[in-house]
Nanobody, 122 residues
Framework: QVQLVESGGGLVQAGGSLRLSCAASGRPFSSYHMAWFRQAPGKEREFVAV???????RYTDSVKGRFTISRDNAKNTWYLQMNSLKPEDTAVYYC????????????????WGQGTQVTVSS
């Protein structure tokens, strides 16, 4: 059974940092593109970042220069390092796998974790 489990969320002050992890199990994920999405209260789930199976990355404009997505295929785990956090980054963050590299639409990503809450206080 394929399972994605996020960890690393929490409460942080504006300007602080957090690192989210997503551990995958059930199959090797080295050939999969992996992504992070987030959903703020009352808003749609939105794309944050993607990393291809070969390590090429892409970000939504609002997090460029602050967030870094990475992966460790040996551990079947990928990460989202979040620096210079802002209150508007507050959301539930979800990891996703199996989508296409250029898709920012959540419907194109078949595998999801349960989400981890990130709260940034001002």
């Amino acid at each position: 059974q394929v399972q994605l489990v996020e960890s690393g969320g929490g409460l942080v002050q504006a300007g602080g940092s957090l690192r989210l992890s997503c551990a995958a199990s059930g199959r090797p994920f080295s050939s999969y593109h992996m992504a992070w999405f987030r959903q703020a209260p009352g808003k749609e789930r939105e794309f944050v970042a993607v990393i291809s199976w070969s390590g090429v990355t892409r970000y939504t404009d609002s997090v460029k220069g602050r967030f870094t997505i990475s992966r460790d295929n040996a551990k079947n785990t990928w990460y989202l390092q979040m620096n210079s956090l802002k209150p508007e980054d507050t959301a539930v963050y979800y990891c996703a796998a199996g989508g296409t590299y250029f898709s920012t639409d959540k419907v194109d990503w078949p595998l999801w974790g349960q989400g981890t809450q990130v709260t940034v206080s001002s």
